[in-house]
């Protein structure tokens, strides 16, 4: 028979004695063990207190699995440049991505040249660094608020980003979904902001309106190098100003903040923008190593040196710190389409569909 050791009063006697023990001998601080995760133990000696009851179980150890699953699959960045034409969107894609991702035709000279933008497009690219591989989606549009007549010219933009909001909600409600919905929404808009010294444009103020509520936007002021240090200063502050009077939200919205930590964070980059920001893919010598620049005739304007211009900032922003905060930000934005768009099709009785946006009813309420 198998002896019950969890009941009766002699493990209880057994147990007082051992509290009063326990509370005689020194506390001592159990080693962690190195290299590998220890099995678990009751302990004998020692103290019981607090995090030490249960000795080092090694959860710590999931950092890697996450680490080597995430290295594994990759992940997917996709990044829209809106602005006029000939502002340099897609030089400046190409300087944050250090290759050739924006479009590049051959000249009869062989010189590579990237070809003006004449239609929304979007390209994938595979980028791998350190193991880690990334599909990099570029969304380029033609010249923004090219035209005499703008009006609505924002359309085909909204368009877009909402028709990638409802692929994802179509695969999301399928019955027989994929286990990884390939995600082709919008991660980030990069809008370009003339470098005129002014203050922002009605066009800027209505596109940045419209779809700062769809989309996260970072504003840059596109060829700074046009602009005096002064200059500079009072553009971006009277930007600054402008945003606030019209209630426009640019990325990072204060209502995304996570903590006093992300908050802080996220102030001095909020207190920075737009960033002021100058492109090239040309790279040449200064003091002996190969930075990237702009040469003119007084001197070379390199762009990741922070004292020329800002464009160091932005690449931190988007791809060394807040790449994945973008992903999660995009989730929020995609929530809400997807709330508004159940709640619609349920209102008027409406299915959705995987062809046309609608699908079997039975279908989207068994997910939902
Ligand atoms: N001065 C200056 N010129 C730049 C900068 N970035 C790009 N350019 C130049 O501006 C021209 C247009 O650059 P693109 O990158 O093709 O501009 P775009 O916005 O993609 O133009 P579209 O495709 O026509 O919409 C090229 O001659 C670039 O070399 C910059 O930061 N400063
Ligand atoms: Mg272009």
């Not at 933009?157 to 692929?167: A, D, L, R, S």
Request: overall charge negative; proline content about 4%.
């Amino acid at each position: 028979m198998r002896e019950d050791t969890t009941q009766g009063p002699e493990p209880q006697v057994h147990m007082a004695e051992r509290k009063a023990e326990l509370e005689q001998q020194p506390c001592v601080a159990e080693p962690r063990p190195q290299g590998h995760v220890m099995a678990m133990e009751p302990r004998t000696q020692g103290r019981i207190s607090g995090s030490e009851l249960i000795g080092y179980v090694g959860i710590e150890a999931v950092l890697d699995q996450m680490k080597r699953k995430a290295m594994k699959t990759g992940f997917e960045f996709n990044i829209m440049v809106v602005g006029q034409s000939g502002l340099g969107k897609s030089t400046l894609v190409n300087t944050l991505f250090k290759s050739k991702v924006s479009r590049k035709s051959c000249t009869p000279d062989h010189e590579e040249k990237i070809p003006k933008t004449v239609q929304l497009q979007s390209v994938s690219h595979e980028i791998e660094e350190k193991g880690v591989k990334m599909k990099l989606t570029v969304i380029d549009t033609p010249g923004f608020g090219d035209q005499i007549n703008n009006e609505n010219c924002w359309d085909p933009i909204v368009t877009y980003i909402n028709e990638q909001y409802e692929k994802y909600l179509v695969e999301e409600l399928n019955v027989n979904r994929k286990r990884r919905i390939p995600d082709t929404r919008v991660h980030c808009c990069v809008y370009f902001l003339p470098a005129t010294g002014h203050c922002l444009r009605q066009i800027d103020v209505e596109f940045m309106q419209r779809l700062g509520t769809v989309v996260s936007i970072v504003p840059v002021i596109a060829k700074a190098d046009t602009l005096t240090l002064e200059e500079r200063l009072d553009f971006k502050a009277r930007i600054r100003q402008n945003m606030q009077d019209h209630g426009i939200r640019v990325y990072p919205q204060r209502e995304y903040d996570e903590d006093e930590d992300d908050a802080l964070r996220n102030d001095k980059i909020r207190e920075n923008i737009p960033f002021a920001v100058v492109g090239t893919d040309k790279e040449h010598q200064v003091n002996g190593n190969k930075v990237l620049g702009r040469k003119t005739k007084w001197g070379i304007i390199e762009v990741e040196n922070v004292a020329h211009c800002e464009f160091a900032n932005l690449r931190d922003l988007l791809i060394r710190s807040h790449l994945q905060d973008l992903k999660d930000v995009t989730q929020n934005h995609y929530e809400e389409y997807r709330v508004r768009r159940l709640n619609e099709s349920n209102a008027r009785g409406l299915e959705l569909s995987p062809v046309n946006g609608y699908v079997a009813k039975s279908d989207a309420e068994s997910h939902l």
